[in-house]
C-alpha cells in the first residue's frame, strides 16, 4: 500500500528574538517548541506568541524547517 501525504504536520516553532540577538549572554540556549498543524488550513508559516524562558518575555516563535 502507498502511504499518502498526511494532513497533520509536526512543526518546530522557533523563537525569533533570540536567534536575531544571539540569545543573551547569561543563558545559553534557544527556545523551541513542538506543536501540529493543519497543511490544508494552514499552508502558510505559523507564528505563535509563546514564552521564551531565555527572554524571560513572551515573544513571537517561528516555523522552522527540520
Do not use: W
Not at 29 to 49: A, D, F, V, W
Not at 56 to 64: L, M, N
Amino acid at each position: 500500500m502507498a502511504k499518502s501525504k498526511d494532513v497533520r504536520v509536526a512543526v518546530i516553532l522557533e523563537c525569533t528574538s533570540c536567534v536575531r540577538n544571539g540569545v543573551n549572554k547569561v543563558s545559553t540556549g534557544i527556545s523551541r517548541y513542538i506543536t501540529q498543524k493543519n497543511r490544508h488550513n494552514t499552508p502558510n508559516p505559523l507564528e505563535l506568541k509563546k514564552f521564551c524562558p531565555y527572554c524571560y518575555k513572551h515573544t513571537i516563535h517561528g516555523e522552522i524547517k527540520k
